[in-house]
């Protein structure tokens, strides 16, 4: 069985609906709660890397974060 992980092309949405976890990360990186409002419109086009980008976040810190955290799911 292969490994999952969230990568740079998932979408926001996608990556804090199967992980509800990561809401956490994302929220410790600076990017708004992306569960709430306009904000969750934008989190269902947007993706990991473009979330990274906006909120002017390291992205392989970020991508190395939230697979740490859904690592500790098993």
């Known amino acids: 069985m292969q490994e999952q992980r969230i990568t740079a ?3 926001v949405a996608e ?3 199967t992980y509800p976890e990561t809401v956490e990360v994302f929220l410790k990186k600076g990017c708004p709660d992306m569960r709430k409002g306009v904000v969750k ?3 269902r ?6 979330a990274a980008r906006m909120h002017r976040i390291p992205l392989d810190g970020l991508l190395r ?3 740490a955290t859904i690592k500790l799911r098993r």
Do not use: E, P, Q, Y
């Not at 086009?45 to 473009?50: Q, R």
């Open 65 to 67: 974060d939230l697979n």
């Open 45 to 50: 086009i947007m993706s990991v890397k473009g």
């Open 9 to 11: 092309k998932m979408k």
């Open 15 to 17: 990556v804090v609906k």
């Open 41 to 43: 419109l934008m989190a």
